[in-house]
Every structure is written in structure tokens, then in C-alpha cells.
């Protein structure tokens, strides 16, 4: 079991940017795929971004131009960098450990606690 925590939520303004890490306890290059969910008041948790252990990624059409999934090996750290924030980003984001086969998310196992972002219009 991988222990993982996220960072660098807050309160940004319409266009910004914000950075959230995911700390986790184990290597996440020992992980099959690493990825960022984001849950918005009253909607079910979606899928953001994914990383897999050979440098694949996939983000979903909200985010698409905007966002950028990456890791930091020597620091043990995954990110999602977040550019031209728009009110409908506001969520709770979510660093999870999980499984890619054939181009899709098929599988979760840890999570974090999540960080909350704000974006104000």
C-alpha cells in the first residue's frame, strides 16, 4: 500500500494557475500509472490526467490544452500543473494509484486525501 498526499489547493482567480503535488510514500515509478480526479460539488469524482510508468499520458477534454500531468523522480513527487483556470475547475482533486491497459484507466488502489481548489469568476 502507497500512502499518497496532495498539496497546493487554494483559492485562484479566473485564468490562473495553480501546481498540486502528490506526495507518496512508496516510488511511483514502481506504479503502473499514476493519476489526478477531481470531484465537483454534487458530480460524480472524473478522471483529469493520467501518467503511466513509461512517460504515457492522457488528459480528459476539460483540461485538455491546460493541464499538464508530470513527476519529479529524485523528489518522489507527482504533479498536476493547472493553467487558465476557469470557475468550472472548481473541485476536489485527487492523486490515485492505478492500473493503464490498452489506453484506459482501468484500475484504482490508493488515494489521498484530496486538496480543494476554488477558482472565482
Known amino acids: 500500500q502507497v500512502r499518497l498526499v496532495e498539496s497546493g489547493g487554494g483559492l485562484v482567480q479566473t485564468g490562473g494557475s495553480l501546481r498540486l503535488s502528490c506526495a507518496a510514500s512508496g516510488n511511483i515509478l514502481r506504479a503502473d500509472a499514476m493519476g489526478w480526479f477531481r470531484e465537483a460539488p454534487g458530480l460524480q469524482r472524473e478522471l483529469v490526467a493520467w501518467?503511466?510508468?513509461?512517460?504515457?499520458?492522457f488528459y480528459g477534454d476539460a483540461v485538455k490544452g491546460r493541464f499538464a500531468i508530470s513527476r519529479d523522480n529524485a523528489k518522489n513527487l507527482l504533479y498536476l500543473q493547472m493553467n487558465s483556470l476557469k470557475p468550472e475547475d472548481t473541485a476536489i482533486y485527487y492523486c490515485n494509484r492505478g492500473q493503464v491497459s490498452d489506453g484506459f484507466y482501468t484500475a484504482s488502489f490508493d488515494w489521498g486525501q484530496g486538496t480543494p481548489v476554488t477558482v472565482s469568476s
Open positions: 501518467l503511466t510508468k513509461d512517460g504515457l499520458t
